[in-house]
């Protein structure tokens, strides 16, 4: 397998390179997005196997092959990523440049916005509310005794639409109101992630966990004191805590250098509100790929709970649904090990006809959890996705 690099136009927008049928992991027009299929690899494996790759870099660009991807929420579940024939890239510094396979042409034909067609929407809860509310209070249960500190408790929705639904046309959307989060789309696995699972560029690693929720109104006042409250919610500080001491416990042993924000600041996405702490550090001599680190952190305690093994099995014995791709990481990585996974969240999974999408949230359920307010705290997370698929 041979791959070719040249520079590329950096006015194109990546969004219109993936188009409906591409890849597209891309945060405030830095990322990548592909078209076809040169090689499915391993994701275990994706960074040895790019190394041996033989690479035509014509750019001063230190880039080259990627594979593209997302991993289960499932532990350790086998999971494969993509090798485009076509990979655009584009970096903070507005460099922009195009990697090829084997024969593969250098030119991309943007797919262009589509007018939108008459369809109507059918949005159905497929756990029950009351399986979900009893699952919120056994997880509580569960706290309160001791058995574990934190689990998170999800339930899922469907969306029935009469015409296929736009992949393009939700990736736009997505892009308009939430830049800032990661946005991907993986053979039907589409969303917009505002967590950051980890970053490693050279011997730096990143990671910005979230834990702790409340909703956005629109309005700057009330959105400021709904923040405050936040950040001065025991409840939600615990549900923070947890995830931010494992994470750094988990990340330790690969670094010569950790550390990581006194308190937890505010992030602000457009439907909710989350408690988030920066991680960062350097690696070690012995760099592992990023690799390593998303199967050493998935599922994250924001996903999962802690302590994991014990939350894993709660969740699995009273949330009746499979998590599938939801919860898990998704992201890219090089030859290097270098690459950037998100928590695969605010998320939908669209079947093969894209006539449905299967949407997933849920929230931490520490001990003074309450059910409705669990609830609603899931209903607040859907919009992100329901507002681009279900248009108005």
Request: hydrophobic share 45%.
């Amino acid at each position: 397998m041979r791959a070719t690099t040249q520079l590329f136009d950096a006015a194109v927008d990546l969004n219109d390179v993936a188009g409906g049928d591409g890849y597209l992991f891309v945060r405030d027009g830095v990322g990548f997005a592909g078209q076809g299929i040169a090689h499915i690899i391993s994701a275990d494996t994706a960074a040895d196997f790019l190394r041996t790759i033989d690479h035509d870099n014509q750019t001063s660009l230190d880039v080259g092959p990627i594979a593209i991807g997302n991993i289960a929420f499932q532990r350790m579940a086998p999971a494969t990523l993509v090798i485009p024939r076509k990979v655009v890239g584009k970096d903070e510094a507005g460099n922009c440049w195009i990697t090829t396979i084997d024969d593969a042409s250098p030119t991309i034909s943007p797919a262009l916005a589509s007018q939108p067609k008459p369809s109507t929407f059918n949005v159905q809860p497929i756990t029950p509310i009351e399986t979900y509310k009893k699952a919120v209070l056994a997880a509580r249960d569960a706290v309160r005794s001791g058995a574990i500190t934190k689990a998170v408790i999800a339930r899922e929705i469907r969306v029935t639409s009469s015409i296929p639904i736009d992949v393009h046309a939700v990736l736009l959307r997505l892009r308009a109101t939430f830049a800032r989060s990661y946005r991907y789309s993986i053979n039907g696995f589409i969303g917009a992630s505002p967590e950051l699972l980890v970053e490693i560029k050279g011997d730096r690693i990143r990671s910005h966990p979230l834990a702790g929720t409340t909703p956005r109104t629109g309005d700057p006042k009330t959105d400021d004191e709904l923040a405050r409250k936040l950040i001065a919610s025991m409840k939600d500080q615990v549900e923070h805590r947890v995830v931010i001491d494992v994470i750094h416990e988990m990340l330790l042993p690969w670094c010569s250098y950790l550390d990581w924000e006194p308190e937890p600041s505010v992030l602000q996405v457009a439907n909710v509100q989350h408690l988030g702490t920066l991680i960062e550090g350097h690696l070690s001599a012995v760099r592992p790929s990023v690799m390593e680190i998303v199967r050493t952190l998935s599922p994250t305690p924001a996903l999962g709970g802690h302590p994991r093994d014990a939350a894993l099995a709660l969740i699995a014995e009273a949330e009746e649904l499979d998590r599938g791709p939801y919860g898990g990481a998704v992201g890219w990585v090089d030859g290097l090990g270098n690459g950037t996974w998100a928590v695969a969240i605010r998320c939908a999974e669209l079947s093969d006809d894209r006539l449905t999408a299967r949407l997933i949230a849920g929230g931490g359920i520490v001990a003074a959890s309450d059910p409705d307010a669990e609830l609603a705290e899931t209903q607040a997370k859907f919009q992100a996705m329901l507002s681009a698929i279900v248009r108005p």
